[in-house]
């Protein structure tokens, strides 16, 4: 199904002089409003194919109905999405689930819902059927050279996949490391992912970046080859100029200092992109901003900060991503949140008093510090970015709308109700 553009405009009608009571104070209020206005309208952020499916634990998974059964139903989800935020322009694909059955008619299909390719995903975490080596014992850091090599060449067919669909970016996460102590040479299994990833590397097209995402624990319980941003950052630095790290907010031990993490890496040159989604104990791969979204915000100040300190465009020069899952939500209600979410934050972080708060810093202020970036978090910018929605031709309110339309409804009669969508 497609939203179409009368629908949005009869909704947005309905709701227009409402929310034009809401947005005239905060442009009275902050001189940046309509620059903030403009960097909003700009920022994508892609949805990766898995997320549109209801997700599971490893005790069940409780289908919502109506999940994309195909690569061109997923488009069609996101185009949904995007449709109603205006935010969600790009897929992110993920290998072997999504192989198009033909690039040509996959990209038409993404340009009639405005949609680009983001970074496809190489998938050495679980054995396909007719595998020839298994990856029980990992894939870039296995002994057997065999194992190793399949992994290679399967991320070098996840980059022509990518190239033919005018993506520009692989992200490689491995789950690559060791159970029990003992079980691994630490040094030796680096060496040998590092060797792997060279050799992807080598395959990238000039103008093709590689993501190298970390993650601290899970599948594997005692260590993990790529762990930690350092290990990550090790990785990137050795492999060469196109080789960035990967942020995703679920991969760290309990209390990591993110935002520290993301200044670091920005100011090396080596961030990459993010992975949003949140968590309160592990990888839960929450909604984005559902249980610390003062986190949040403190990661965009750091990322508007460092950015702008590189002179980056805040849209285009990093990947910008949900990776995030849903096992009681539908998931495209869900990933409206994660997307607003984010942008709030984004938005915050765009008011924060840069020069006041680097005079407080220097003068050792530190009530005054505190003072100015609270005062952004607490300014309630939910109208500033749906001025932005409505500038780009968006829902001013889209959970709404996708309830009056009775979207879901829609896809189950038009699907199924039992349908399972491909990925986790
Ligand atoms: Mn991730």
Redesign the pocket.
């Known amino acids: 199904m497609k939203i179409d553009k009368t629908q949005i405009q009869k909704h947005n009608d309905k709701l227009y002089t409402a929310h034009q009571r809401k947005v005239k104070p905060l442009v009275n209020e902050f001189p940046s409003a309509k620059k903030v206005i403009n960097k909003l309208v700009d920022f994508q952020i892609a949805i990766p194919s898995w997320a549109l499916g209801t997700g599971g634990t490893r005790f069940g998974r409780f289908s919502g109905g109506g999940e994309p059964r195909t690569l061109e139903e997923k488009i069609e989800d996101v185009g949904l999405l995007h449709a109603l935020n205006k935010s969600s322009g790009a897929i992110s694909l993920h290998i072997p689930w999504d192989i198009p059955a033909s690039n040509r008619k996959i990209k038409a299909l993404a340009a009639e819902y405005g949609l680009t390719f983001d970074a496809v995903n190489s998938n050495t975490f679980q054995d396909q059927p007719n595998q020839k080596h298994s990856y029980k014992f990992g894939s870039l850091q296995h002994v057997n050279t065999k194992v190793r090599q399949q992994a290679i060449d399967h991320n070098i067919d996840v980059i022509k996949y990518g190239k033919a669909l005018g993506s520009n970016s692989i992200?490689v996460?491995l789950s690559d490391g060791s159970s029990f102590p003992g079980q691994l040479n630490f040094r030796k299994a680096f060496q040998r992912t590092l060797e792997g990833l060279r050799e992807i590397y080598s395959a990238l097209p000039p103008n093709w970046r590689m993501f190298v995402?970390y993650?601290a624990f899970e599948p594997n319980f005692y260590s993990m080859t790529v762990g930690d941003w350092g290990q990550s950052y090790l990785y990137a630095s050795k492999l060469g100029p196109k080789a960035f790290t990967?942020v995703?907010l679920?991969?760290h031990l309990p209390h990591a200092n993110i935002e520290q993490i993301v200044s670091l890496l920005l100011m090396e040159g080596k961030l990459g992109g993010f992975?949003f989604?949140d968590s309160k104990y592990g990888d839960d791969d929450l909604t984005v901003g559902s249980i610390n979204p003062y986190q949040l915000f403190l990661i965009f100040n750091e990322l508007v900060e460092g950015m702008d300190a590189r002179h980056m465009d805040h849209a285009r020069d990093l990947g910008w991503?949900i990776?995030a899952s849903h096992n009681v939500k539908d998931p495209l209600e869900d990933l409206l949140q994660s997307v607003e979410a984010i942008k709030i934050a984004y938005a915050q972080a765009l008011l924060v008093d840069r020069k006041e708060l680097s005079r407080a810093q220097e003068a050792n202020d530190v009530a005054k510090a505190q003072e100015i970036l609270q005062q952004a978090y607490r300014t309630d910018v939910r109208p500033l970015v749906a001025e932005a929605r409505i500038k780009s031709g968006g829902a001013l309110k889209p959970i709404q709308l996708y309830r009056e339309l009775n979207v879901r409804k829609q896809l189950v009669s038009e699907r199924g109700i039992k349908t399972v969508a491909t990925g986790l």
């Open positions: 992200t996460w995402e993650k990967l995703d679920g991969h992975h989604n991503m990776d």
